[in-house]
């Protein structure tokens, strides 16, 4: 579903350069959630939005469901739904109206969209306030929707950039859900995150990234292996040099 091979991003040029990622290479297959793991700055939202055809890539390629990036962005487009924590709603808008919004964006029919908005807000219990301005809704219930609108066009590939950054309890628990939910339908699911305790949890792979290199990567039984450490803090902390104990930065250009 997904191959990236030999990413690569440079920003700026001579001698103030910066390299962001390093010829990351990785796959993901449908029905599969793999875990793109690293501290902030590590390179992870840089990684995701070469994928999504948002930034061009220094060199390297990205394919997903057969398209390439490079080549094809918009179709890539049209494949991947996004749910990041920085995603907003349109306040004066209903939750119907704003669906609605992004299926003609995603040129689905009338009757596709309202198919979708009905087996969504079922899925994710929101109909009782599906005509309600999405102003006076509670942070679980903004929450919701957006879970709904990155599902609307029905994308085979999901990406989820630090999808419980600034959740409470209950909150990550409706990230968690939605994470089974995409499992149970096929979905090819690229969790990024540097909550390893919640990784763990949910992904079947996992992708150890650091100062834009992928230093390890396997099962949670094969990175224990290659490392000789049980928890994935400590394959970070003792292998890869930075704790991810020091508070989690929520500045939006953070590689």
């Known amino acids: 579903m997904l191959e990236a091979s030999l990413l690569t991003k440079d920003f700026g040029e001579g001698a103030s350069r910066v390299r962001a990622v390093h010829e990351l290479s990785l796959t993901v297959q449908a029905g599969e959630v793999y875990g793109l793991l690293g501290a902030n700055g590590a390179g992870k939202t840089t990684t995701l939005r070469m994928i999504m055809g948002l930034l ?101 590939m999901m990406l989820l950039d630090e999808p419980t950054r600034g959740l409470d309890i209950l909150g990550t628990q409706v990230i968690f859900e939605y994470i089974g ?37 396997g099962t949670l039984s094969q990175l224990q292996e290659q490392t000789g450490c049980t928890h994935l803090v400590d394959m970070f902390v003792k292998h890869l040099g930075k704790s991810l104990l020091a508070p989690a930065s929520d500045s939006p250009a953070a590689v």
């Open 56 to 156: 061009p890539p220094t060199s390297g390629e990205v394919t997903v469901d057969g398209f390439r990036v490079t080549i094809e962005p918009e179709e890539v487009k049209r494949r991947i739904g996004l749910v990041s924590a920085s995603t907003g709603i349109y306040q004066w808008l209903t939750p119907r109206e704003m669906l609605e919004y992004f299926g003609n964006i995603y040129s689905l029919s009338a009757e596709q969209i309202s198919q979708r908005i009905v087996e969504l807000s079922q899925l994710l219990d929101f109909a009782k306030f599906l005509d309600r301005a999405c102003g006076n809704l509670s942070t679980g219930q903004k929450q919701r929707i957006n879970l709904a609108r990155a599902l609307l066009h029905d994308p085979p």
């Open 181 to 217: 939910l995409l499992k149970s339908q096929g979905k090819a699911v690229v969790l990024s995150t540097h909550r390893l305790d919640e990784a763990e949890r949910f992904a079947d792979r996992f992708g150890l990234i650091d100062q834009g290199s992928l230093r390890f990567e």
